[in-house]
């Protein structure tokens, strides 16, 4: 297992396209997280899952924004109707339930540019 | 609601030691940790303590906390160029549940 994969890596759009973003989290994981981070900012927590259950949204997750985990494996992170100020790198992480306090595992990002 | 505070720029002599402070706002912390993101990577775990310790050694890294005042250090000893990165203070605690809170981030840049 190479850690968190997060794809693409960059993704260039125009305002008003939707876009969607995968995180494929370490297999063993059953909880995985999506953060935003933007430019200068550390990075802030947009929602998470605990297998394919989605249990907390961030007040910043509008509802053009939706996120889901089907299998309890991979997500997917969607951004309708995308605005310039959407532009960010959008960050993956996994843990272990049991183990969520000893700090998550992050992707490498996918950093969205919105034109 | 909880927050952690940084300062955003530290400049340190290749060989020298750096310290970046950090502070936060949740009494009910319960993890702290430090985050190293290098340019266009993801975030790594460097270290974390527990609010029950005040104390932890990992090679050149020393974190201390200081829990009545709700402050956390990072000391890096013989600072190289490869520790130029961004580092990130985190907490974790009842307040903000299962997730993680991070600051803002300090730029720490090595002179020759």
């Known amino acids: 297992d190479t850690g968190v994969s997060q794809d693409p890596r960059h993704k260039i759009t125009k305002r008003g396209q939707n876009v969607t973003f995968r995180c494929d989290p370490i297999s063993e994981h059953n909880r995985l997280y999506w953060y935003r981070q933007t430019l200068g900012q550390g990075p802030e927590f947009l929602t998470y899952f605990q297998n394919e259950a989605q249990l907390e949204k961030s007040r910043l997750l509008s509802d053009r924004f939706s996120a889901e985990r089907p299998k309890g494996s991979f997500s997917t992170l969607e951004i309708q109707r995308t605005e310039q100020g959407d532009s960010a790198m959008y960050l993956c992480?996994?843990?272990?339930?049991?183990?969520?306090?000893?700090?998550?595992?992050f992707g490498s990002g996918t950093r969205l540019t919105v034109v | 609601g909880e927050d952690v505070e940084q300062s955003l720029f530290l400049s340190v002599r290749e060989g020298d030691s750096s310290v970046i402070n950090c502070t936060y706002t949740?009494?009910?912390?319960?993890?702290l940790y430090w985050y190293k993101q290098e340019p266009g990577a993801g975030l790594q775990l460097l270290t974390y303590i527990f609010s029950n310790m005040d104390m932890k050694q990992d090679q050149r890294l020393t974190v201390l906390l200081n829990k009545k005042d709700k402050h956390l250090s990072l000391r890096i000893a013989d600072t190289q160029t490869g520790d130029s990165a961004i580092y990130f203070c985190a907490e974790s605690g009842y307040s903000s549940a299962s997730k993680i809170i991070f600051g803002s981030g300090t730029r720490l840049s090595i002179r020759p």
């Open positions: 992480a996994s843990s272990l339930s049991n183990r969520t306090l000893y700090g998550y595992t």
């Open positions: 949740d009494s009910s912390s319960t993890y």
